[in-house]
């Protein structure tokens, strides 16, 4: 089977890459595409060297399946040309919420991809993560309302931002002046309550995503508020979230629920260093839960600290396991 990358030379598409290059999947040809500011670079892939093609010129019908890792603006101009010739697993935010556009977490709700019109679409990274852990809770208790707060790692805005909190770190240790210019005030040494814009309603874009595409994955019905917080971590998304079900439970069955939870791996050992920072979960496919404790102000209710890779099952991981599961079903 033919693969395609649109986007090959930003961040999540050298990690879809990557991912491919270490998954199980046959690759018979692979195609990176870019602009042409990347076009005729080349990257290695099983011992191949591949070179960018600029996607102006690049003809679809190559691959039976193609990831678009290139942003929402090039996804609304080309995803929908692109999908009468291949199968799309598009990246951005753009088909989302579209009603006929499969939203998939691979291990949470694979079962909608007979849905595609050729269009699949990857969630958000911190949204993702947070189905993880709720899909088994939310079978098992019925999940009624959650309250999350997440702590975005820079990698989530792009390499420019990543570059930028490496850049402003040093001139604040060397005592130089700070200009930003990715974000809207200094991240280094400093956290920013605010991710994407603003909506009329004080939440932002970012915030939104998690409710409504929580509620697509998992279940209208759930209640979800936000707050998303961008942090001056590299890599690795952290979330602390409040979880209220609809009736009592049993909490030793919660912490077995999490133990077999796909996708994640319970570290919560109640001392010092007894859990995951985003550090710790770089460069790891998996989904980690920490800090599992009862909400000792509502009986109904549970606290949970989640940490992932947001460039890997936040994003490029995701993909290429929806590209797993596809293939299984052809």
């Known amino acids: 089977m033919n693969f395609a990358i649109i986007g090959a030379s930003g961040n999540v598409g050298r990690k879809t890459i990557e991912i491919l290059e270490k998954s199980k999947i046959k690759v018979d040809s692979l195609f990176l595409v870019a602009s042409s500011k990347s076009a005729g670079k080349k990257i290695k892939f099983r011992n191949k060297e591949i070179e960018i093609e600029v996607l102006e010129n690049y003809d679809f019908s190559k691959a039976q399946i193609t990831f678009f890792a290139a942003g929402s603006k090039i996804a609304k101009e080309w995803v929908p040309k692109a999908a009468k010739k291949t199968i799309i697993i598009d990246n951005s935010s753009y088909f989302r919420m579209q009603k006929d556009v499969p939203l998939v977490v691979s291990e949470v709700n694979p079962e909608v991809l007979h849905k595609h019109n050729n269009i699949i679409s990857n969630p958000n990274c911190s949204t993702m993560q947070m189905v993880l852990a709720l899909k088994p809770l939310h079978d098992e208790y019925k999940v009624k309302r959650v309250v999350v707060s997440t702590y975005q790692a820079v990698s989530g805005a792009g390499k420019a931002s990543m570059d930028e909190l490496f850049d402003q770190t040093k001139k604040y240790l060397d005592g130089e002046k700070i200009n930003s210019q990715n974000f ?24 939104l995503k998690m409710t409504n595409e929580t509620k697509k994955i998992l279940d209208d019905d759930i209640q979800v508020t936000a707050t998303c917080v961008r942090v001056p971590v590299k890599t690795g998304h952290s979330e ?12 030793e069955n919660i912490i077995k629920i999490l133990k077999t939870a796909p996708g994640c791996k319970v570290i919560d050992g109640r001392k010092d260093g007894g859990y995951i920072t985003p550090l710790e979960a770089e460069g790891d496919y998996t989904t980690f839960i920490s800090r599992i404790r009862k909400d000792n102000s509502n009986i109904k209710a549970i606290n949970l600290w989640i940490v992932s890779d947001n460039l890997l099952k936040g994003a490029a991981l995701n993909t290429v396991q929806i590209a797993e599961c596809l293939i299984k079903k052809m």
Do not use: M, R
Not at 190 to 203: M, Q, R, S, T, V
Not at 240 to 251: C, G, H, R, T
């Open 240 to 251: 602390s979230i409040n979880i209220e079900f609809e009736n009592l439970y049993d909490f």
């Open 184 to 207: 809207t005030k200094q991240i280094a040494f400093n956290l920013i309550p605010h991710i994407d814009a603003f909506e009329k309603d004080g939440y932002t874009k970012e915030e």
